[in-house]
Every structure is written in C-alpha cells, then in structure tokens.
C-alpha cells in the first residue's frame, strides 16, 4: 500500500516559478548587454576595417535580439504578474498545498519547515487571511519538546535537535543554544 502522507503537488507555488524564469530573462539580457560591449570594445581596438565591421554587424545582431528580449520580457512579466495578482485561485491552492506540506512535514529539517511556513504567510496574505486562520502552532508536527525549553518560545524541534523559536516562527537555534539563552535569562533576572 503506497504511502498515503505524501502528495504530489503539481504546479505548486507558480508565481514564484515565474518570478524566477523572468530573473532568468533579466540575466540573460544583462549577458547580451556585456557582450555586445566586449564586441564594441574589441571592435575600435582593431585596425582591420574589415573585422572592425564585422564585429561592430555582430554587435547590432545582439543588440537587436537584446533589445528584443527586453521588450518581450517586458511585456510577458506584466501580463503575467497582473494576471496572477487578480488570481486569488491559484493563491488559494498553494496556500492549502503548502498548509498540506506543513501539516505532513516529517520532523527531520526545521529549515525546510520555517521556508513553509514563511511561504503560507506570504501566500495567505494574497488572499485576505492570515496564517493562524488556516493553521494552529499545535496542529505542527514536532520532536517532544523537552518542558525547560519549551517556555523560550521553542515550537518545534526537529529530529537533528533544532527548534522553530519567537513567536513570529522565524528564529531557529539548536536545542544546545537555546538551554544557553535561558539560563542567561535566569542569570540576569
């Protein structure tokens, strides 16, 4: 019998994919800019008019797929970005995939887990909700929390002895840091 706990998530997280692959175009562009620089540049160190004007043809043929690129880019990048911020669907499925992923996490990277719970925060906020209407800190798989701890705030501890501390769920500290922050609490008290 497979395993039931795990899901496949399909097209999740899309307007970050997106996101990346128009960075992606934005690289690539830059590159062009640079070449056609180096082209120009080696194109007046030259005395060849003859290779002077096929370099100065190479850099117009860049140039023009450049310029292109940008354009393109440009335009793709509105529409879609437009598009997906007026989706509140697609916010809404990769809110409750990712409240998915959350409520199956399998204990072993407390990392992992934060970038989750980063991600709902983000993804419920395009929605109109907040994180605590979808999700409960107690509803978080966890290690047992040993009870001298748990008070610091730790929420969760992973199977490497790493804890999701604050009340935010962004601070991560190894179980070791987090005994030594509260004795120095005690000690200054």
Request: net charge negative; glycine share 2%.
């Amino acid at each position: 019998m497979p395993d039931q706990k795990k899901t496949v998530f399909f097209s999740t997280d899309l307007h970050n994919d997106l996101s990346r692959a128009f960075e992606d175009l934005r690289r690539i562009h830059e590159d062009f800019a640079e070449m056609i620089k180096i082209i120009e540049e080696a194109s007046d160190a030259s005395a060849d008019a003859a290779y002077k004007q096929d370099l100065r043809r190479y850099a117009d043929g860049f140039l023009g797929a450049a310029d292109d690129l940008e354009k393109w880019m440009i335009t793709y990048a509105n529409a879609v970005n437009a598009q997906l911020a007026d989706n509140h669907l697609v916010y809404e499925r990769d809110a409750y995939q990712t409240l998915n992923r959350i409520l199956q996490w399998d204990k072993a990277d407390v990392r992992q887990l934060a970038r989750w719970i980063n991600d709902l925060k983000e993804l419920t906020a395009h929605i109109g909700l907040t994180m605590p209407y979808l999700l409960h800190v107690r509803q978080i798989p966890t290690e047992e929390i040993p009870e001298e701890i748990a008070a610091y705030p730790v929420f969760v501890l992973d199977r490497q002895g790493y804890c999701l501390c604050g009340m935010e769920l962004r601070e991560i500290l190894y179980i070791d840091e987090v005994h030594e922050r509260m004795k120095e609490k005690k000690r200054q008290k």
